[in-house]
T-cell receptor
Framework: AQSVTQPDIHITVSEGASLELRCNYSYGATPYLFWYVQSPGQGLQLLLKYFSGDTLVQGIKGFEAEFKRSQSSFNLRKPSVHWSDAAEYFCAVLNQAGTALIFGKGTTLSVSS | NAGVTQTPKFQVLKTGQSMTLQCAQDMNHNSMYWYRQDPGMGLRLIYYSASEGTTDKGEVPNGYNVSRLNKREFSLRLESAAPSQTSVYFC?????????FGPGTRLTVT
């Protein structure tokens, strides 16, 4: 069965430091992959997506992610974290039928000053 | 252009009561979804509708019913609420595989 694993439940990063959030997926074919962000009390907003082509994708708010087929990973990165990046981050894969997204359980990011 | 709207924002129900969560989108998307979000569980799909007039079960459909009233509206009904249905409910619509989410409804069942 398809699944998405986010190994880190909670990460704390100092403001200005770099960030990497991990995501591993289980999927037979070429996956369609997404990262969403949820600020406290808000809905989810798309950060970036990978459908095909260049394996390094750029998103909004200075985020990027790299698709690595050999590792079944789609890790999210940001070179310098801002206090406003504190939120919950979800990795997701489009299901095989192409009808819905399967989400990981999320990683909560805290930013310390 | 409001995107995806949901009503109500908050609701408290007693066990056994019924209610309908409303969702509407103005982006002319064919597909719409209902997810629930619980701490440590991520988002789990309840039902989805690939087009007007069709609905399909997701991962956790028990205790829920849905109606795709027209292309814009997709409602979620709890016929007899249970404490296990305490959650935050998100409606979404999609195009080209990208989901656009509403602000959510926080439901508490006592």
């Amino acid at each position: 069965a398809q699944s998405v694993t986010q190994p880190d439940i909670h990460i704390t990063v100092s403001e200005g430091a770099s960030l990497e959030l991990r995501c591993n997926y289980s999927y037979g074919a070429t996956p369609y992959l997404f990262w969403y962000v949820q600020s406290p009390g808000q809905g989810l907003q798309l950060l970036l997506k990978y459908f095909s082509g260049d394996t390094l994708v750029q998103g909004i708010k200075g985020f990027e992610a790299e698709f690595k087929r050999s590792q079944s990973s789609f890790n999210l990165r940001k070179p310098s974290v801002h206090w406003s990046d504190a939120a919950e981050y979800f990795c997701a894969v489009l299901n095989q039928a192409g009808t819905a997204l399967i989400f990981g359980k999320g990683t909560t990011l805290s930013v310390s000053s | 252009n409001a995107g995806v709207t949901q009503t109500p924002k908050f609701q408290v129900l007693k066990t056994g009561q019924s209610m309908t969560l409303q969702c509407a989108q103005d982006m002319n998307h064919n597909s719409m979804y209902w997810y629930r979000q619980d701490p440590g569980m991520g988002l789990r799909l309840i039902y989805y509708s690939a087009s007007e007039g069709t609905t399909d079960k997701g991962e956790v459909p028990n205790g829920y019913n849905v109606s795709r009233l027209n292309k814009r509206e997709f409602s979620l009904r709890l016929e007899s609420a249970a404490p296990s249905q305490t959650s935050v409910y998100f409606c979404a619509s999609s195009t080209l595989g990208i989901l656009y989410f509403g602000p959510g409804t926080r439901l508490t069942v006592t």
